[in-house]
């Protein structure tokens, strides 16, 4: 059994070249969508031995000072910088520093 493929165009639905399209989207569309926002004091490389043998009270040296910025990081991806301070009895970050497109 032969096939014969055809292309069919329908005008109706090709896709627009209108930049100006983007411009339209609200933007408090996007005030209700949800993101992961984490906060990385730094990082550790350590062997699984090490990893294996941490138990309650161990102490894992990182890779900061405790006067150095957190990274900020949204969905994964550092977006800013800031500092651990007190809020009552809880921690915060203030934010120091936003990261520019490159």
């Known amino acids: 059994m032969n096939a014969e493929i055809m292309h069919l165009e329908l005008p109706e639905h090709a896709p627009k070249s209108d930049a100006s399209a983007a411009k339209r989207l609200d933007p408090a569309l ?3 969508v949800r993101v992961n926002l984490d906060i990385r004091l730094g990082t550790r490389e350590i062997p699984v031995r090490e990893l294996m043998a941490l138990q309650a009270g161990s102490l894992v040296e990182m890779d900061r000072a405790p006067h150095d910025d957190v990274d900020i990081l949204l969905n994964g991806q550092v977006v ?12 915060g970050i203030r934010v120091t520093a ?3 497109e490159d």
Request: charged share 15%; aromatic share 6%; glycine share 12%.
């Open 98 to 100: 936003i990261r520019s």
């Open 30 to 32: 996007l005030n209700d």
């Open 80 to 91: 800013a910088h800031g500092q651990m301070v007190a809020v009552g009895d809880h921690f």
